[in-house]
């Protein structure tokens, strides 16, 4: 490796105690869809001494700006989504309880008796139900209709039809492992902190922090329409399919695994992957010997599925830290996994230029 390759590797950012403390603020913090704002105050706290430039816009985005040294720099998008998946209120009912819609893709099967956290004071609640002995038919799938959150005595002066509901589940570091709701996409979020703090002069770095991702893409439309950058990067989380199957029988299908590095996706619901991005970024992996995987074709999508479609088309890829129980009160994902998601999209934004976009 030259003397060039060795420096860049040196100044490759090390997520620490540091990164993992702003990481457990992250997730954390109650954003679901609509309701971004206590996760968006911790960003703007990190990235403001940075910034050349920060636009919260319409929708609540926030758009950051790190200029590159040349006036035609590359403009480089990178976009994470604050938001989460969760619960809103719709109903009040008598003794504290409210009913609930869900928002964005969370299986109802496991919302029963899920501890929650309701609106910006993280009143405690539960999801209540009939226990298990007095139940008549156990193989029937309670319907969300059928659920409330109990906030208990005075719950109704405590909270109001339209308040969200995030799942109390606060974040811990287990050995290798970190353990929280929200890690899609906190992860991302905070990987695109420490980017944005460690910006090169190379290109023009167009960060954008996104709202409502899970309920269809929407910050990201129109983060890409404002940026108009002349690549689109989504820094995600997705699926780590790597756990026997229900029936006990051989998984062979593995989307990704925890502890073989970030993802790239070839393909998803929302998104072909630009030929020209695959090509730049397995090659420089290779090249830094940065461990990677690669996400298999299937469902789901990520912010790419907007951005690539804006203004004339842009070049979109997603590099994603895997995690299990996508969706979840919970998920789990590896601090390898998530170092490797930084270091591979920094040497990215240090060795990225027009040519790479070249036919």
Same mark, same amino acid.
């Given at each position: ?43 703007? $706290?990190? *990235? /403001?001494?940075?910034?050349? !430039?920060?636009?919260?816009? &319409?929708?609540?985005? =926030? ?130 902190? $420490?980017? *944005? /703090?460690?910006?090169?002069? !190379?290109?023009?770095?167009? &960060?954008?922090?996104? =709202? ?148």
């Amino acid at each position: 490796m030259n003397t060039n390759n060795e420096q860049l590797i040196s100044k490759i950012p090390i997520i620490g105690d540091e990164q993992i403390e702003l990481l457990e603020r992250l997730s954390n913090a109650c954003g679901v869809s609509g309701a971004e704002e206590e996760v968006r105050q911790i960003v703007l $706290e990190q *990235v /403001k001494p940075y910034a050349d !430039e920060i636009t919260i816009d &319409a929708l609540g985005n =926030v758009l950051v700006w790190r200029k590159g040294k040349n006036p035609d720099s590359m403009k480089v998008m990178l976009a994470a989504h604050m938001d989460e998946v969760g619960l809103m209120l719709v109903d009040s009912d008598e003794g504290g309880t409210f009913s609930f819609e869900i928002v964005g893709g969370i299986d109802e099967r496991q919302l029963v008796g899920k501890a929650v956290w309701v609106g910006k004071k993280h009143t405690p609640g539960v999801i209540g139900s009939r226990p298990i002995h007095l139940e008549d038919d156990l193989s029937r799938k309670i319907p969300v209709k059928s659920l409330k959150i109990d906030l208990g005595p005075g719950g109704n002066d405590k909270a109001k039809p339209g308040d969200h509901a995030c799942f109390a589940t606060p974040f811990q570091k287990v050995g290798p492992s970190l353990i929280g709701k929200a890690l899609d996409d906190r992860i991302g979020v905070a990987t695109l902190i $420490e980017l *944005v /703090k460690n910006a090169p002069y !190379e290109v023009d770095l167009c &960060a954008a922090f996104t =709202v409502q991702e899970e309920v269809g893409l929407r910050g990201a439309r129109v983060a890409a329409y404002s940026f108009n950058p002349d690549v689109g990067i989504a820094l995600d989380s997705t699926p780590a399919n790597d756990l026997p199957t229900w029936d006990e029988e051989e998984n062979v299908f593995y989307n990704t695994r925890l502890g073989f590095g970030a993802a790239i996706y070839i393909a998803d619901n929302a998104t072909l992957s630009d030929p020209r991005l695959i090509k730049f970024f397995t090659s420089l992996a290779e090249e830094y010997n940065i461990q990677y995987q690669v996400r298999q074709p299937g469902t789901g999508g990520t912010d790419a599925g907007a951005i690539h479609k804006q203004r004339m088309g842009i070049p979109s890829v997603s590099i994603s830290v895997p995690g299990r129980n996508a969706h979840s009160a919970v998920g789990i994902a590896r601090i390898s996994d998530w170092q490797s998601q930084l270091s591979w999209l920094f040497l990215a934004l240090n060795r990225m230029n027009k040519s790479i976009l070249q036919r």
